[in-house]
């Protein structure tokens, strides 16, 4: 029922800037808790930021919170993750994930507590 498309991924430079764009269709930001989530190479998917219910609550993994920031636009039913000052271990596929449970703080940082997934978009950070 609900779709999730990601897209904005690509090649930049180490200290570089990249926009990632999750579109969300079929629900409501208003009644969903939006995750960012990653995976490198050869690692488990990992936590990266969260937004509930259209901008009630946002986090971000307290490695990455002083370079990214995940914002909404409630017109076009998207969230944002603004990447900064990317390095190479940034480098990894970028998922948007989707619940309707009303999670927040910690709880929303689990992979489990999301239901639908987005199928990813490339960023890969290199000189």
């Known amino acids: 029922q609900v779709q999730l498309v990601e897209s904005g991924g690509g090649l930049v430079l180490p200290g570089g800037s990249l926009r990632l764009s999750c579109a969300v269709s079929?629900?409501?930001?208003?009644?969903?808790?939006i995750g960012w989530f990653r995976q490198r190479p050869g690692k488990e998917r990992e936590f990266v930021s969260y937004?509930?219910?259209?901008?009630?609550?946002?986090d971000y993994a307290d490695s990455l919170k002083d370079r990214f920031a995940i914002t909404k636009d409630m017109a076009q039913n998207t969230v944002y993750l603004d990447m900064n000052r990317l390095q190479p271990e940034d480098t990894a596929v970028y998922y948007c994930?989707?619940?309707?449970?009303?999670?927040?703080?910690?709880?929303?940082?689990?992979?489990?507590?999301?239901?639908?997934w987005g199928q990813g978009t490339q960023v890969t950070v290199s000189p």
């Open positions: 994930a989707f619940t309707n449970r009303l999670c927040a703080g910690s709880e929303c940082f689990g992979a489990t507590v999301y239901t639908d």
């Open positions: 079929g629900r409501t930001l208003r009644t969903s808790t």
């Open positions: 937004i509930n219910r259209a901008g009630g609550a946002a």
